[in-house]
C-alpha cells in the first residue's frame, strides 16, 4: 500500500520564484531563501518519492471568480505555469501522479468532502515558486505532483478545523491506495503578510514562530482559530497558513522535525520545515474498508445494461474529445468544424480513434469510448441533428422505431437555439 513518509511545510512567496530565476543565490539578501530550501531538496533527493501532494491556492490565475471551489484537486497528466501578467517563467511543466489523485479524489468523496476537480488549467506562483527551488539541477522534476487548490480568498472559506479534518481523510486515501508508493505531502503559503489596504505589509515574526511549534506539537489548538483571529496575528493574507493543516493532518501524531528555517525578507515570512512520520497504524484491513467505502455509491451499477457513469477515469481518458465536443458552445470553433472538419481534428490533436468516431457520427461508439452525452448534443445541434436521433442510434434503433417508443412521437428538438421553428430535420 501507499504510505506517507512525510511532510513538507512551505512559503509560497514570489519572491521565491524572483530570486530563483534571477539566479540570486550569492546575493546576501536571497542567498537565505536558496539556504533554507537545500536541506529540503536533499530530503526529496534521499527519500525519492514516487509522488508528492501540494496543497496551495490560486491567485486569481488560473481559478477565477465565476468558478471558485473551496476544494479542487487536480487529476491531470501535467501542470504548466501561469501566465500571471508579465509573460511564463521559464519552467517546463510538472507531471501529475493522475492516477493517484483519482483515487484521492473517490476517497475524499466518499469520506463526503464535496471536492472539484480540474485538468488542463495552469499554476502559478503559489505553486511553481516554491517547486522551482526543489527541481533537479538540470530543471527536471523530483517526482510528479498531485495539486490541491484550496479557495482561501474569496469568503466564506475552508476553516481551519476542516482543514485538518481534510488532512486527516486525505490521510486514509493515500494509505488505501493499492500501490507501494511513498508519498510527501507539501504544504505551501504564509507565513505572517497582508497585501490589500492599509495594514499592507503587517509582519508578526513573534507569531510565525509561534505558529510553527504549534503546528508540530500542538496543531489541534490552530484548528480552533478563526479567519479572523489567524487575520490579527498573522495577517489577512497571512491566514492562508490553514492549508498547512491539512498537511498535519495527513501527518501521524508522533512527527520528528528535522528542519525548520525563518525568514523575513520583504512582504511575507518565508519558512521552510520538513517532517517525519514516527508512527503509523494502516493496515490492509484499513484499507479494504475504505476502498470498499469509495465503491459503495456505484455498486451493481455494472447490472444496468446500457448504462455508463462517467467517472474520473474516462474524464482524464477522453478530456481532449470531450473538450472538442464542449467547445461547440463557441461561434468560432463551430464555424471552423463546419468549414474544415479535418483541420479541426487536427488543431485539437485528436487520435485517429477519435476523429473516426467524429467522422462517422458513431453516437453509441462516442459513449463507449468514454464521452459524456451533453457533448454530443452539442455536436448534434451543430450538423442539424436531433437529440432524438440521437437517442436512437444509441439504442441501435431508427428514428421512426425509436419512436413508437415516446408518449409525443411526433417530438424532435435539439439545444440549438436556431432549431426551435424547424420543421425538416
Known amino acids: ?23 540570486q543565490q550569492n546575493d546576501p539578501v536571497w542567498a537565505p531563501i536558496f539556504e533554507a530550501f537545500a536541506p529540503i531538496k536533499e530530503w ?47 519552467i517546463p511543466p510538472i507531471p501529475g501522479h493522475s492516477e493517484l489523485a483519482i483515487h484521492i479524489g473517490k476517497s475524499l468523496m466518499s469520506d463526503e468532502f464535496d471536492m472539484s476537480f480540474f485538468q488542463n488549467k495552469t499554476l502559478d ?14 530543471g527536471s522534476w523530483l517526482a510528479p505532483i498531485i495539486p490541491l487548490q484550496v479557495g482561501v480568498l474569496q469568503f466564506p472559506i475552508p476553516s481551519a478545523k476542516r482543514c485538518f ?21 507539501v504544504a505551501t503559503g504564509g507565513l505572517s503578510h497582508q497585501v490589500h489596504g492599509e495594514r499592507s505589509g503587517f509582519n508578526n515574526t513573534q507569531w510565525d514562530l509561534e505558529f510553527l511549534d504549534l503546528i508540530e506539537k500542538d496543531p489541534q489548538q490552530l484548528t480552533k482559530m478563526t479567519h479572523a483571529e489567524y487575520a490579527t496575528k498573522g495577517g489577512f ?89 464542449h467547445d461547440m ?12 472538419e479535418a483541420l479541426s481534428f487536427t488543431q485539437a490533436n485528436l487520435t485517429e480513434e477519435e476523429k473516426e468516431l467524429v467522422r462517422n457520427r458513431d453516437w453509441r461508439g462516442l459513449i463507449h469510448y468514454g464521452c459524456i452525452f451533453f457533448g454530443l448534443e452539442k ?25 413508437k417508443t415516446r408518449n409525443a412521437p411526433n417530438a424532435l428538438y435539439s439545444v440549438a437555439a436556431t432549431d426551435a421553428k424547424k420543421n425538416d430535420w
Do not use: C
Not at 329 to 340: G, Q, S, T
Not at 379 to 403: D, K, P, T
Open 329 to 340: 458552445v463557441y461561434p468560432e470553433h463551430r464555424a471552423a468544424f463546419k468549414e474544415n
Open 125 to 138: 506562483h503559489g505553486t511553481f515558486s516554491p517547486m522551482s527551488m526543489l527541481a533537479n539541477d538540470d
Open 1 to 23: 500500500m501507499a504510505r506517507i513518509i512525510g511532510g513538507i511545510g512551505v512559503s509560497h512567496s514570489p519572491t521565491i520564484g524572483f530570486a530563483k530565476d534571477k539566479n
Open 379 to 403: 455536436l448534434g445541434a451543430v450538423l442539424g441533428i436531433s437529440n432524438l436521433h440521437i437517442y436512437a442510434a444509441m439504442r441501435g434503433q431508427s428514428l421512426e422505431e425509436f419512436q
Open 165 to 185: 479534518n481534510l488532512g486527516l481523510a486525505l490521510r486514509k486515501a493515500i494509505e488505501s491506495y493499492p500501490q507501494d508508493l511513498k508519498v510527501v505531502i
Open 44 to 90: 526529496l533527493k534521499e527519500k525519492s518519492p514516487d509522488a508528492l501532494f501540494l496543497i496551495s491556492n490560486d491567485h486569481v490565475t488560473s481559478f477565477f471568480f465565476d468558478h471558485y471551489s473551496a476544494f479542487t484537486l487536480g487529476i491531470g497528466h501535467q501542470y504548466s505555469v501561469a501566465d500571471e501578467g508579465g509573460g511564463q517563467r521559464h
Open 237 to 325: 493574507e497571512g491566514s492562508e497558513v490553514i492549508m498547512w493543516l491539512i498537511m498535519r493532518g495527513a501527518l501521524s501524531g508522533e512527527i520528528k522535525k528535522i528542519h525548520q528555517t525563518y525568514y523575513l525578507p520583504s512582504m511575507a515570512g518565508i519558512a521552510t520545515v520538513i517532517y517525519e512520520n514516527l508512527a503509523t497504524d494502516s493496515s490492509f484491513s484499513d484499507a479494504e474498508k475504505q476502498i470498499n467505502q469509495m465503491n459503495h455509491q456505484l455498486a451493481g451499477i455494472e447490472q444496468l445494461q446500457g448504462t455508463y457513469p462517467f467517472t474520473l477515469e474516462k474524464s482524464v481518458k477522453t478530456y481532449r474529445l470531450n473538450k472538442f465536443l
